[in-house]
């Protein structure tokens, strides 16, 4: 669940996607696993800390110096679609070490994941680059 990216969801999709849930999909009787992770981050209490750090609050709020698809493509991108969460290297206490173009160079610029690499999307989107087979 990356609800750091989905905090920038409008309102407004979030309301749709309620609607959804709601009234489209059956709900199941399904008790919940137990959690696999590794102590420390088992201690869900320490999560408040970790939010405090690194949780910012508050809807995608549009660049009044790019263009209408540009901004719904960082809204898709930043929220929804949430591609940092895979596509940006993570810090120390597994925060995201940008979470747009604004904060630094970092943002999209590739990660380890398990034994997957995401990816650098800046990369990808340069004419020519090799990192991607056409
Ligand atoms: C859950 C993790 C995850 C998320 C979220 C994610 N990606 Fe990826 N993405 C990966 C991994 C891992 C690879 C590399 C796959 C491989 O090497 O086969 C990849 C590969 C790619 C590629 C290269 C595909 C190719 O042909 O080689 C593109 C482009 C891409 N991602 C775009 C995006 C975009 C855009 C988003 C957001 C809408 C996104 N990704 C979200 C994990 C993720």
Redesign the pocket.
Known sequence: M?YTSYAKVSREDLSALYAYFMQGVEPVRQPNHPTKLKWPLSIHSLMVVWNGLYLKKGEYTTDANKGVSWNRGAY??QGL???????TPRGVLGQEKAESEKDSRQYLAGAK?DN????P?TE?AKPGSM???R
């Not at 679609?81 to 596509?87: A, Y």
């Open positions: 990356p898709l991108v679609g949430h591609c940092g969460g895979c596509h994941l997957w690499y995401a990816l999307l990808i990192l991607v087979k």
